[in-house]
């Protein structure tokens, strides 16, 4: 049995814990997640201001569930490993093999405020991420020229992001969501990218589908994957049994990947297994890592905007 297996069979049902441990668990997770640079974003003001998606949106639902977000948060980095141009990019211009954390902080700040934040400090970021992707360009080791601006590398970004986060949801949350609410996440929240200059945007889960089909011709695993992947595996988290915690949202995270990502990438055999039993762990603490992130900004945005917390669930 893998040791966070066994490391979240001792764990007590949610219903069984005090709040001050919820609290503990939470300034965890926040000191993970949370980037030490001020944005300046006030998720409480002003009130009334619903944002780019709003409380009635799915995008609010599915974002605001920090398990499938997280699992999801790194499958799509695993993904984004099989593109040489996208690659590229991050491996000359990021120190994400320096401080791979700080790269996953940066991610979950622009996905938040992208997502929950008042409408001005939303467009604010995304004007700011933009003028990062200018100085992102460059030529891959074979001789390609690459761009953070070019449409297509934007493109794939946000896709490999937004089929993770939503497949993430349906694996550690709701796995019975209809096709109808999958393809009005996916219309929802291809704005964002078509805002940082994607083009061609899937809009639906059929378009999702195919647009990965077709892409996976111009995919590869080489050395500078499986570098970056290294680098994942050996991520620490400023957290108590950081290693365990590391493990075990790896493997979750990497059985989200599809069949041909996994073929791919070389997951082998005794490797899906710990990922499957990785994932049954997610699913058993989950409901723990829910109530300790309860009131966060997600809640805080249903406030702002007049909204309770019911919003933030489909039933």
């Known amino acids: 049995m893998p040791v966070f297996d066994r490391f979240t069979q001792r764990l007590p049902a949610p219903?069984?814990?005090?709040?001050?441990?919820?609290?503990?668990?939470?300034?965890?997770?926040?000191g993970v997640v949370a980037t030490t640079e001020d944005f300046g974003i006030d998720y409480d003001a002003p009130v009334g201001d619903?944002?780019?998606?709003?409380?009635?949106?799915?995008?609010?639902?599915?974002?605001?569930?920090?398990?499938?977000?997280?699992?999801?948060?790194?499958?799509?980095?695993?993904?984004?490993t099989l593109h040489p141009r996208a690659l590229a990019g991050v491996w000359d211009h990021s120190n994400f093999r320096d401080d791979p954390l700080g790269r996953l902080r940066r991610t979950t700040m622009f996905v938040a405020a992208t997502t929950y934040a008042p409408t001005a400090d939303a467009e604010r970021i995304i004007e700011l991420v933009d003028r990062i992707h200018d100085r992102v360009r460059g030529t891959t080791p074979e001789g390609e020229r690459y761009s953070a601006h070019d449409p297509d590398l934007l493109t794939w970004v946000h896709c490999t992001e937004m089929a993770s986060f939503l497949d993430g949801y349906m694996r550690y949350r709701r796995p019975d969501l209809s096709v109808a609410v999958q393809d009005r996440y996916f219309d929802e929240t291809r704005r964002i990218a078509e805002a940082l200059g994607?083009?061609?945007?899937?809009?639906?889960?059929?378009?999702?589908?195919?647009y990965f089909a077709a892409m996976q011709p111009r995919l590869r695993f080489d050395e500078r994957s499986r570098a970056t992947l290294a680098v994942l595996e050996a991520m620490e988290l400023p957290i108590p049994i950081a290693g365990v915690s590391r493990r075990m949202f790896?493997?979750?995270?990497?059985?989200?990947?599809?069949?041909?990502?996994?073929?791919?990438?070389?997951?082998?055999?005794?490797?899906?297994?710990?990922?499957?039993?990785?994932?049954?762990?997610?699913?058993?603490v989950a409901p723990l890592i829910r109530a300790a992130m309860s009131e966060g900004v997600a809640v805080r945005s249903a406030r702002r905007a007049g909204a309770d917390r019911d919003c933030l669930r489909f039933d």
Do not use: C, Y
């Open 15 to 30: 219903n069984q814990l005090l709040t001050p441990l919820h609290k503990r668990l939470r300034d965890w997770i926040v």
């Open 250 to 284: 790896l493997g979750a995270g990497a059985a989200l990947l599809p069949l041909w990502a996994r073929e791919l990438i070389h997951r082998t055999p005794r490797q899906r297994l710990i990922d499957r039993g990785a994932a049954e762990s997610l699913n058993r």
């Open 50 to 80: 619903a944002g780019l998606f709003g409380p009635d949106s799915v995008t609010w639902k599915i974002h605001g569930d920090f398990p499938g977000m997280m699992s999801g948060g790194i499958a799509a980095l695993m993904l984004q």
């Open 198 to 210: 994607a083009q061609n945007v899937p809009g639906s889960r059929a378009e999702m589908d195919d």
